[in-house]
């Protein structure tokens, strides 16, 4: 059996303050690459936010021996951002595959 070269794995984010947006990619230290990479392909979002290292805060991330990144494909909390997941989800996911092809090639 062949061993995963990536972890991605997608949520969506959710926050009390209505207000709170954005497009995350939270990374482990070998996946600042692959969150670069999908953070530049989605462009769905108006609040992109970016990358933030989660190496030793998340188990998923932690845990995993390659590049790994967890997705927060924009707060459910927010009629914005839950707008844009459900009417472009599609767009959005060619996205994230995009900047995961961009980084394994």
Same mark, same amino acid.
């Given at each position: 059996? /062949?061993? &995963?070269?990536? !972890?991605?794995?997608?949520?969506?984010?959710?926050?009390?303050? @209505?207000?709170?947006?954005? !497009?995350?990619?939270?990374?482990? @230290? @070998?996946?600042?690459?692959?969150?670069?990479?999908? &953070?530049?392909?989605?462009? /769905?979002? $108006?609040?992109?936010?970016?990358?933030?290292?989660?190496?030793?805060?998340?188990?998923?991330?932690?845990?995993?021996?390659? $590049?790994?990144?967890?997705? /927060?494909?924009?707060?459910?909390?927010?009629?914005?951002?839950?707008?844009?997941?459900?009417?472009? &989800?599609? #767009?959005?996911?060619?996205?994230?595959? /995009?900047?995961?092809?961009?980084?394994? #090639?």
């Amino acid at each position: 059996m /062949e061993r &995963s070269q990536v !972890f991605v794995n997608i949520h969506v984010n959710f926050s009390t303050n @209505k207000v709170a947006s954005g !497009f995350l990619v939270l990374f482990n @230290k @070998k996946g600042i690459s692959l969150a670069n990479s999908i &953070s530049n392909f989605v462009d /769905e979002f $108006p609040n992109n936010l970016g990358t933030k290292d989660k190496s030793n805060s998340l188990f998923v991330l932690r845990k995993f021996k390659g $590049p790994a990144v967890l997705i /927060e494909g924009g707060f459910i909390s927010n009629d914005r951002d839950r707008a844009i997941m459900l009417n472009r &989800s599609s #767009k959005i996911g060619q996205q994230i595959a /995009e900047g995961i092809i961009k980084f394994l #090639k």
